[in-house]
């Protein structure tokens, strides 16, 4: 069964509290994390093609929960990398998923995708995710 993952409320991807943001929902379930998306024209950087700044904030979204979904613990960005293959159209139905490669202490090591229902891959990211301290 997916469980929801929690919102921050400012957050651009997730926060129902941002106005400006995608308030997409997220969910988890055996370490992996997910979320789906149907870009509006708002969200293009040229000619019906997804601005690409939008699409790696989704993809650091499910990279920064996946290892939260495991561990219960809150993340931040270390690292990203983006590989863009394809343009996302406006309409076009994707879903994210992220996952953990490895752990090692602190740091997690995730990847991600996004592609839509028949499959077609339109970005892939690889990232470093790092444990918060407490405060």
């Not at 308030?23 to 509006?40: A, M, Q, S």
């Amino acid at each position: 069964m997916k469980n929801k993952v929690p919102e921050y409320e400012g957050c651009f991807v997730c926060g129902e509290g941002n106005p400006f943001g995608l308030r997409l929902e997220l969910y988890h379930e055996d370490g992996i994390v997910t979320t789906e998306y149907t870009p509006k024209a708002e969200h293009t950087g040229y000619a019906d093609t997804v601005h690409g700044g939008i699409i790696s904030a989704i993809l650091d979204e499910v990279m920064v929960w996946t290892p939260w979904s495991v561990t219960g613990k809150r993340f931040f960005t270390a690292e990203m990398t983006v590989r863009f293959s394809k343009p996302l159209k406006t309409g076009v139905k994707a879903t994210a998923t992220g996952r953990i490669i490895k752990s090692t202490g602190r740091l997690h090591f995730t990847e991600a995708e996004l592609k839509d229902e028949s499959g077609t891959v339109y970005a892939t990211a690889t990232g470093k995710y790092i444990e918060m301290k407490e405060a």
